[in-house]
């Protein structure tokens, strides 16, 4: 039997989010229980997943708490969420995660969204849902600036470090396989572990996606001792992950995604994140908007990669 007081959160999400064009969910998901928007009613509370070292997506500040671009646009759709549900005492648990477990933690159910810097591909959603694509980077290495490593060749039977669980680890064994590379293909836990292998000389370079490694190389004691080299591998898209077969969640988060893309707050997150100091080291990545984003801001896709 189709849930009624799922009915009344969609029917309110959609009142709230009006002449967005997102308020058709399909009957049959309205029936799967459980969902998590009835889940959060029940109990209270909503658990958010972030990253420790994803800057400046997802990052641990100066105090310790989560703050970053995902986990502000999540802030805002844990406002719509309490909204939707009648829930104004709604209290928000924050929950670290890594590349590793951030999808096991999501299905079972310890995490209701996680907001960090996840690649939306075809692999990965077979196992859980992406919301709107909000950012595109690509696989960069990040090197001692005195290394002389500018590109991929440089790299040929050297130690490259990425981090575990991260589809620029895949996509580097890959590559590796495929050409014949020699690179000694090194895991780490996170990519603040990764960092740390080059700038110990445990690693040549650090593989990762291109934005994060601008933000550590930010963050470093001396910025200019480091490099982002190399052309990008593989652009991918980042969104936010939800659980599967959920289309009444999926529906309150695209919406919000899309009245912040449709209006000008989206491209204010951005300034602010990516072309402004943040905490807790006041640096400026200096990103601009990349062309793929830019599109992204009129298409409104979840489109993963390949």
């Not at 996680?114 to 849902?129: D, F, H």
């Amino acid at each position: 039997m189709r849930s009624t007081f799922t009915q009344r959160m969609v029917l309110a999400g959609c009142r709230a989010l009006s002449g967005l064009g997102l308020c058709l969910v399909l009957s049959s998901a309205l029936a799967q229980t459980p969902l998590t928007l009835e889940r959060v009613k029940a109990s209270g509370q909503i658990a958010v997943g972030y990253r420790e070292s994803s800057v400046p997506f997802s990052y641990l500040d100066g105090s310790g708490l989560p703050t970053g671009f995902s986990w502000e646009i999540c802030g805002r759709i844990v406002e719509q969420v309490k909204r939707v549900t009648g829930r104004a005492d709604l209290k928000v648990t924050p929950v670290a995660v890594t590349s590793q477990n951030r999808i096991p933690l999501l299905q079972n159910g310890t995490l209701d969204i996680e907001c960090g810097s996840t690649t939306n591909n075809s692999e990965r959603a077979k196992q859980v849902a992406f919301a709107i694509n909000y950012f595109y980077t690509g696989t960069r290495f990040l090197v001692n600036a005195s290394s002389g490593v500018q590109s991929l060749d440089d790299l040929k039977g050297k130690r490259v470090v990425s981090t575990t669980g991260s589809t620029n680890y895949q996509i580097m064994r890959n590559l590796n396989a495929r050409q014949n590379l020699g690179i000694e293909l090194l895991g780490a836990r996170d990519h603040s572990d990764s960092f740390l292998m080059v700038q110990q000389g445990r690693a040549d370079a650090f593989a990762m996606d291109d934005v994060l490694l601008y933000g550590l190389k930010a963050g470093a004691n001396n910025p200019a001792q480091w490099a982002v080299v190399g052309e990008p591998i593989q652009v991918e898209p980042y969104a936010i992950m939800l659980r599967k077969d959920d289309a009444p969640f999926k529906q309150l988060v695209d919406g919000v995604l899309t009245q912040l893309m449709k209006g000008s707050e989206f491209e204010s997150l951005y300034k602010k994140w990516f072309q402004s100091p943040v905490p807790p080291k006041g640096i400026n990545l200096n990103a601009p908007m990349s062309k793929d984003l830019q599109t992204n801001l009129k298409e409104l896709s979840d489109r993963p990669a390949l």
